[in-house]
């Protein structure tokens, strides 16, 4: 009985030092504003704009002076900060006939999967702007115990009484909810997406047309005149190459700054809708203190792009200037020491770095794929001395209205060579000679060291970023293991490398060791492949349903197996010697087909299949093989 009762007593110690070491993990709150530039921030010193809520967390945090987004343009912003990689690494680049969606590899990556396999409860709600191959739904499902898209288009939704609401206000409303229902003994991610400060692009009509504001913000700014562009005179536009004149940049220009009126009127709808967020920022803030959750929660608020305001004659953001690539990015940790609260951070910062920041102020390991760095050193005082020493940004979107370019910046000096003019058209600038970016040193032979240094950097980057692999990655050696995720919750799964094209003559196997859990779908995928849409399956073995193979939208054939377990450990295996396949359980072979045609390279999962929320496995897989030149004999 003494040591029944010790034992009880050792396990109560494990699950309450587990459950302490739980709650004492963070809380993450992180806030992304869309299109808002790094100084329009009260504390940035933005006149007449009134952000209380963000100049405090900067008060009491530290404000990034030097932060920059990759790519200039919201939707590939935000894949990178889901991702890790940049925009040529990752490949989203819609309106480029090359784009394709972030890929199942690099969902596997993306930071909230992970927070939320290591036990955080994840919400994300507003603006999404990310295309997944394995369907944008299926994908949030898995990053997020709970989630929604709210997006512009209108701004105003209509409500059930008839009444209408901002978006963000409606995004603002989901995020208190997910606080208010957050059990205080297991720590949270909520990601809080706006889609102010963006223009509504489809209504021209000056203010609340074009910059729709809160409604709680009505008649603010009324009394003030917004100060003028500083870099508005005609003879900056006037210097800037052909194309970009004739870019979307001019065009946005003529909708929202083309004339004095327009520019004050838009101005004061622009602060109303800045000041509306930060409102709603504090309503969020006010339900954490209310939770008793303040005390344990990081706050990280940042933005997606910059903006062009009228300078150089321009809208928008996409291109190489700094007001178009520096953002905004408090960092408010309430765990810091009152003596290192108000500090602001010079080094150089990158969204790219903010998935690493997240997982590393969690507690978790950063995956070797990511191309961004932590910011962490940096929080804690402790700069590394090889920071980072230039910074790659680039843009591949919408080639028909916006120019693509890529380029080197670093504390003195931001080159660009936008590639696809003919001639390609190269900028150099100086930074410390001229801040505003006024002249081009491309062409000036006191320059051309410099110039030439930069354009290796920036091939440098270009073939370290380039990730061809990232759409057909190599085939898995033969025998090599891959060791996944040891369980698998219906919405998750594990990307395997690719399967290569098979001949009629080759040899090849899929081997894996699973434990089927209780509620496991009978159609759900325990290993299997699949291309395109639902008609061009490659193979998938289900527990209750067997193997089947499709090539071409036509089933091959289907291989009728016993049904797996239920919470029993079962080595499984499909194995092709040429034509013949054959599928083993336990050292048995349970069933055998024969398809006598070649086979396409195809994608491989573990756990699911991707693209078919209903066939996402409930199980446990401790690893999965695949490996050419296998046969029969040994299995």
Same mark, same amino acid.
């Given at each position: 009985m003494k040591k029944w009762l010790s034992?009880?007593?050792?396990?109560?110690?494990?699950?309450?030092?587990?459950?302490?070491?739980?709650?004492?993990?963070?809380?993450?709150?992180?806030?992304?504003?869309?299109?808002?530039?790094?100084?329009?921030?009260?504390?940035?010193?933005?006149?007449?704009?009134?952000?209380?809520?963000?100049?405090?967390l900067a008060g009491q945090g530290v404000r990034f002076q030097n932060m920059a987004v990759t790519t200039a343009i919201c939707m590939v912003s935000r894949a990178t900060i889901f991702t890790g990689l940049t925009q040529r690494s990752h490949g989203f680049a819609p309106g480029n006939p090359e784009s394709r969606p972030i890929t199942p590899a690099d969902e596997a990556i993306c930071f909230p999967n992970l927070l939320r396999q290591a036990g955080y409860r994840t919400g994300y709600y507003g603006k999404n702007h990310t295309d997944f191959e394995s369907g944008t739904g299926e994908a949030f499902s898995r990053m997020f115990d709970d989630w929604k898209h709210i997006h512009r288009n209108p701004f105003f939704k209509k409500m059930p009484d008839g009444s209408t609401r901002h978006c963000d206000e409606i995004m603002g409303d989901r995020s208190v909810d997910f606080l208010k229902q957050q059990p205080k003994e297991e720590p949270f991610f909520l990601y809080m997406s706006f889609n102010i400060a963006h223009a509504e692009d489809k209504d021209h009509r000056p203010g609340i047309g074009h910059f729709p504001w809160p409604k709680a913000v009505d008649g603010m700014y009324e009394e003030i005149t917004p100060p003028?562009?500083?870099?508005?005179?005609?003879?900056?536009?006037?210097?800037?190459?052909?194309?970009?004149?004739?870019?979307?940049?001019?065009?946005?220009?003529?909708?929202?700054?083309?004339?004095?009126?327009?520019?004050?009127?838009?101005?004061?709808?622009?602060?109303?809708?800045?000041?509306?967020?930060?409102?709603?920022?504090?309503?969020?803030?006010?339900?954490?203190?209310?939770?008793?959750?303040?005390?344990?929660?990081?706050i990280i608020y940042t933005a997606d792009n910059g903006y062009y305001r009228g300078e150089r004659g321009l809208a928008g953001k996409w291109s190489h200037f700094e007001e178009s690539l520096r953002v905004p990015l408090i960092v408010y940790d309430p765990r810091r020491a009152p003596g290192q609260r108000g500090e602001i951070?010079?080094?150089?910062?990158?969204?790219?770095?903010?998935p690493s920041t997240i997982l590393e102020l969690a507690g978790l390991a950063v995956p070797d794929a990511y191309q961004g760095r932590s910011l962490v050193p940096l929080l804690e005082g402790d700069a590394p001395q090889d920071w980072r020493g230039e910074a790659f940004h680039e843009h591949h979107q919408m080639w028909d209205v916006i120019h693509a370019w890529s380029g080197v910046r670093n504390d003195r000096y931001v080159y660009a060579c936008y590639d696809r003019q003919d001639p390609p058209c190269e900028?150099?600038?100086?930074?410390?000679?001229?801040?505003?970016?006024?002249?081009?040193?491309?062409?000036?032979?006191?320059?051309?060291?410099?110039?030439?240094?930069?354009?290796?950097?920036?091939?440098?980057? #270009?073939? @370290?970023?380039?990730? %061809?692999?990232?759409?057909?990655?190599?085939?898995?050696?033969?025998?090599?293991?891959?060791? *996944? =995720?040891?369980?698998?919750?219906?919405?998750?799964?594990e990307v395997l490398p690719r399967t290569p094209a098979l001949g009629p003559d080759d040899d090849y196997a899929w081997s894996f060791r699973v434990k089927v859990l209780p509620g496991n779908?009978?159609?759900?995928?325990?290993?299997?492949?699949? #291309?395109? @849409?639902?008609?061009? %399956?490659?193979?998938?073995?289900?527990?209750?349903?067997?193997?089947?193979?499709?090539?071409? *939208? =036509?089933?091959?054939f289907t291989i009728k197996t016993p049904p797996f377990p239920v919470n029993q450990w079962v080595t499984a295996a499909l194995v092709k010697s040429g034509s013949e396949f054959s599928f083993w359980m336990d050292g048995k072979k349970v069933g055998e087909a024969n398809f006598n045609g070649s086979l396409p390279t195809m994608p491989c999962y573990a756990g699911g299949d991707p693209k078919q929320k209903n066939e996402m496995a409930i199980c446990e897989i401790s690893h999965a093989v695949v490996q050419a030149g296998a046969s029969e004999k040994q299995w």
């Open positions: 034992c009880l007593l050792l396990m109560m110690m494990l699950c309450a030092a587990s459950a302490l070491a739980q709650a004492q993990r963070p809380n993450i709150l992180f806030i992304l504003a869309d299109d808002q530039r790094n100084d329009e921030l009260g504390c940035a010193g933005e006149p007449f704009l009134q952000t209380p809520t963000l100049d405090r003028q562009p500083r870099l508005d005179d005609p003879a900056i536009f006037e210097a800037l190459p052909d194309f970009m004149k004739t870019s979307m940049n001019r065009t946005r220009w003529h909708w929202r700054w083309d004339t004095p009126e327009k520019y004050d009127v838009n101005m004061r709808a622009r602060y109303r809708m800045i000041t509306g967020l930060d409102r709603i920022i504090q309503r969020v803030l006010d339900t954490l203190e209310e939770r008793g959750l303040a005390e344990n929660t990081i951070i010079e080094s150089p910062a990158l969204n790219l770095d903010l900028f150099l600038h100086d930074l410390q000679r001229d801040p505003d970016q006024l002249q081009n040193f491309a062409n000036d032979p006191e320059y051309a060291p410099v110039l030439n240094t930069l354009r290796e950097k920036n091939e440098s980057f #270009i073939r @370290g970023y380039s990730r %061809e692999e990232a759409a057909s990655p190599e085939p898995l050696a033969a025998g090599a293991p891959f060791v *996944g =995720k040891q369980r698998f919750d219906g919405k998750t799964f779908p009978p159609g759900a995928v325990l290993l299997g492949n699949r #291309i395109g @849409g639902a008609q061009t %399956e490659f193979m998938k073995i289900t527990a209750v349903r067997g193997v089947q193979l499709f090539t071409g *939208g =036509k089933r091959r």
